[in-house]
């Protein structure tokens, strides 16, 4: 079972920032928080990943606390192609570095004109 | 060519028919994955490879039976079917199993009759 939580759907706008929360309580202390997209009928699409504070690239930002608990994903001003299902993973207990991802059902968003 | 090619792109097929997927990757990655994505269901894990040896078997039943002949090709065979089967079947590699970013394919998407 993934050991993530995050919303099942949002809706947004085009142009607004889109911030979607994942919760891993259970986190270990080596692991990494990854996320990525997945449109339909494709595979998915790394997207960023980090282990604490926050991680920056050309596509999104990625908040994390202090206690590692939770992490914020932030899409800075969307498009209607970023319409997609989006998946926090977090290695599942005792098997990190096993290459094993635990993909849930991930946060569909849907962008609006 | 680059990325994660996979072939056929689509494939239908009868419960009695033999047939194999194709995974190739030109990223010099040393671990490769097949997964699993039934319609409205995350996907699933099948099997993770790594320099060429099978380390992960999550519980796939024995009609679904994976091949790595080198690092580069990735295939898995399928002989006697179930109509539950058809799905997207993806195949992902990645710089080794320590490492979260893996690299998907397109997807075949199979249909058993």
């Known amino acids: 079972l993934a050991k993530t939580t995050q919303p099942i759907s949002m809706d947004s706008y085009e142009g607004q920032e889109v911030n979607i929360t994942c919760s891993h309580n259970?986190?270990?202390?080596?692991?990494?928080i990854t996320w990525y997209q997945q449109f339909p009928s494709q595979g998915p699409r790394f997207i960023i990943q980090?282990?604490?504070t926050k991680v920056t690239n050309e596509v999104a930002s990625l908040f994390i606390p202090a206690d590692r608990k939770s992490s914020t994903l932030s899409l800075p001003r969307v498009s209607l192609s970023d319409t997609a299902v989006y998946y926090c993973l977090v290695p599942p207990q005792g098997a990190s570095n096993t290459g094993k991802l635990i993909f849930g059902q991930g946060t569909t968003l849907q962008v609006k004109p | 060519e680059t990325g994660v090619t996979q072939t056929p792109r689509h494939l239908v097929m009868g419960m009695t028919n033999k047939k194999s997927l194709k995974c190739e990757q030109h990223l010099g990655h040393n671990a490769m994955y097949w997964y699993k994505q039934s319609a409205k269901k995350p996907l699933e894990l099948m099997f993770v490879y790594s320099l060429e040896e099978r380390v992960e078997n999550n519980s796939v039943p024995s009609r679904f039976s994976p091949e790595c002949p080198n690092s580069s090709h990735l295939f898995l065979h399928l002989h006697t079917l179930q109509p539950e089967d058809s799905a997207l079947y993806l195949c992902?590699?990645?710089?080794?199993?320590?490492?979260?970013?893996?690299?998907f394919g397109p997807g075949t998407r199979l249909t058993v009759l």
């Open positions: 992902a590699s990645s710089r080794g199993t320590a490492y979260n970013e893996q690299f």
């Open positions: 259970n986190i270990a202390t080596n692991d990494y």
């Open positions: 980090g282990y604490k």
